[in-house]
């Protein structure tokens, strides 16, 4: 908000603005930043007369149409890669909870069972780990595997 400020925007935040509340007013707006909320279809962009630009705080644009944006001469601005580390080490926690039998070694221990060798996990060092799609969500997580010695 501070950088839209510096290029002279007014900001006009609404954290808790519901999708009728937004459909109400957006045709006063330039331009409108979301995450993912609520659907920016083309009910709602034939309602923005004024709109130049939407900018999607998160990588995904799915909840934007965003071929009718475009017909419609709206800018389309996300940020692909602004959560890539997070979802790279969230990948990591998984398959380590996953090849250690994390989840159920848990709920069986709270339940008083100590199943050792039921649980038994597995080392990654070593191992091949496959990865489908490698923008920067996959990119990030094939950097944070080598450290553990995944190929």
């Known amino acids: 908000m501070e ?5 002279g925007y007014t900001i006009d935040y609404q954290q808790d603005m519901k999708l009728d509340g937004a459909k109400a007013i957006i ?3 330039d331009g409108l930043v979301i995450r993912s909320k609520f659907q920016v279809d083309k009910e709602f962009l034939d309602l923005a007369t004024n709109l130049r630009f939407i ?5 995904g ?7 009718y944006a475009i017909v419609k001469g709206v800018i389309l601005i996300n940020a692909p890669e602004g959560n890539r580390d997070a ?7 998984m398959l380590l909870s996953l090849m250690n039998n994390l989840n159920r070694g848990d709920a069986e221990v709270r339940d008083g069972k100590w199943l050792r060798e039921k649980n038994r996990g597995y080392e990654l060092q070593g191992r091949t780990v496959g990865i489908i799609g490698y923008g920067n ?5 094939a950097k944070d595997y080598q450290v553990l ?3």
């Not at 950088?3 to 290029?7: D, E, T, V």
């Not at 900018?55 to 990588?59: L, T």
């Not at 644009?61 to 071929?67: G, H, L, V």
């Not at 979802?87 to 926690?93: L, N, Q, R, T, Y």
């Open 87 to 93: 979802v790279g080490e969230h990948a990591i926690g």
């Open 3 to 7: 950088q839209a400020k510096a290029f």
């Open 55 to 59: 900018c999607r705080a998160g990588a």
């Open 149 to 151: 010695g995944l190929r």
């Open 61 to 67: 644009m799915d909840n934007i149409d965003e071929d």
């Open 137 to 141: 969500m996959g990119q990030a997580f």
């Open 27 to 29: 045709n006063d707006y």
